[in-house]
C-alpha cells in the first residue's frame, strides 16, 4: 500500500468465513431497509439507502450527517463470488472524513484564535530567534492540528471501520444460520483477507 492510498478514506478487503450463507447480502439489505444496521443505535444513526441489490452484490450509502459520521460506512459495495464462497468488499468514507477536516479546521481556529491574536495584539512576542522560535512553533501547531491531524485519523480509521462492517457480516450469517435446523452456529471468528489482485 503506497502513502496515498494510506491516506485516502477507502479500503477493501475479503469477507471469507468457514460457510458463507447464500442469502447473507439479502440479510444485510434487510436490516438497512428496516433501520436496523446498528441495533444498538438510534433511528438517525441508522439512516442508511440501498443503492443496488442482487442475490450477489449489494451497495448501500449513508443518507444522513449521523449515520455518515457515526462509523464511516458512507458507500459500501459488496459482491459475492460465483461460488459462494467469500465476498469482497470496498468501502468510502468521504462523509466521515469531511466531519474530520471541520473539526480539524475549528481546532486550528481556535487555537489561532488564542495564541496567535493575542500575541499581535499586545505585540507580547520577542523579539530575535526566540520570537522566531516561538512563531515557527504556533506555525508548525496549525499546520498539523489544521491539515496534517484529520488525514491520520483517515489512516488510522481504516482498520476499525473495516472490523465493524465484517462484525455486521457476521451478525448477519449468524441469524441466518440459526434459522436453518439442524445447522450450528457458525464460528465467531472471521477472517479478511486482502483482495486479489490479478
Same mark, same amino acid.
Given at each position: 500500500?503506497?502513502?496515498?492510498?494510506?491516506?485516502? &478514506?477507502?479500503?477493501?478487503? =475479503?469477507?471469507?468465513?468457514?460457510?458463507?450463507?447464500?442469502?447473507?447480502?439479502?440479510?444485510?439489505?434487510?436490516?438497512?431497509?428496516?433501520?436496523?444496521?446498528?441495533?444498538?443505535?438510534? &433511528?438517525?444513526?441508522?439512516?442508511?439507502? +440501498?443503492?443496488? @441489490?442482487?442475490?450477489?452484490?449489494?451497495?448501500?450509502?449513508?443518507?444522513?450527517?449521523?449515520?455518515?459520521?457515526?462509523?464511516?460506512? %458512507? #458507500? =459500501?459495495?459488496?459482491?459475492? #463470488? &460465483?461460488?459462494?464462497?467469500?465476498?469482497?468488499? !470496498?468501502?468510502?468514507? @468521504?462523509?466521515?472524513?469531511?466531519?474530520? *477536516?471541520?473539526?480539524?479546521?475549528?481546532?486550528?481556529?481556535?487555537?489561532?484564535?488564542?495564541?496567535?491574536? &493575542?500575541?499581535?495584539?499586545?505585540?507580547?512576542?520577542?523579539?530575535?530567534?526566540?520570537?522566531?522560535?516561538? *512563531?515557527?512553533?504556533? +506555525?508548525?501547531?496549525?499546520?498539523? @492540528?489544521?491539515?496534517? @491531524?484529520?488525514?491520520?485519523? +483517515?489512516?488510522?480509521? !481504516?482498520?476499525?471501520?473495516?472490523?465493524?462492517?465484517?462484525? *455486521?457480516?457476521?451478525?448477519?450469517?449468524?441469524?441466518?444460520?440459526?434459522?436453518?435446523?439442524?445447522?450450528? %452456529?457458525?464460528?465467531?471468528?472471521?477472517? +479478511?483477507?486482502?483482495? %486479489?489482485?490479478?
Amino acid at each position: 500500500m503506497g502513502i496515498a492510498q494510506t491516506f485516502r &478514506p477507502e479500503f477493501e478487503g =475479503v469477507y471469507s468465513p468457514p460457510t458463507l450463507h447464500p442469502q447473507i447480502l439479502e440479510g444485510l439489505a434487510s436490516r438497512i431497509r428496516d433501520l436496523a444496521l446498528f441495533p444498538g443505535a438510534g &433511528p438517525r444513526r441508522n439512516r442508511y439507502e +440501498v443503492i443496488e @441489490w442482487t442475490p450477489t452484490t449489494l451497495s448501500f450509502q449513508s443518507t444522513s450527517l449521523l449515520a455518515g459520521i457515526n462509523v464511516g460506512l %458512507n #458507500d =459500501v459495495v459488496l459482491s459475492m #463470488d &460465483p461460488n459462494q464462497k467469500e465476498i469482497s468488499f !470496498k468501502v468510502r468514507y @468521504w462523509t466521515w472524513t469531511r466531519y474530520c *477536516l471541520f473539526l480539524s479546521g475549528m481546532i486550528a481556529s481556535l487555537l489561532a484564535l488564542f495564541l496567535c491574536i &493575542p500575541l499581535w495584539i499586545s505585540h507580547a512576542l520577542p523579539e530575535g530567534p526566540v520570537g522566531a522560535w516561538i *512563531l515557527s512553533g504556533i +506555525v508548525l501547531m496549525l499546520v498539523f @492540528w489544521g491539515l496534517l @491531524w484529520p488525514w491520520i485519523l +483517515v489512516a488510522l480509521h !481504516k482498520k476499525p471501520a473495516k472490523g465493524c462492517l465484517v462484525h *455486521l457480516l457476521n451478525e448477519v450469517q449468524a441469524s441466518l444460520t440459526e434459522q436453518i435446523p439442524g445447522v450450528s %452456529n457458525i464460528e465467531e471468528s472471521y477472517s +479478511v483477507l486482502p483482495p %486479489n489482485r490479478t
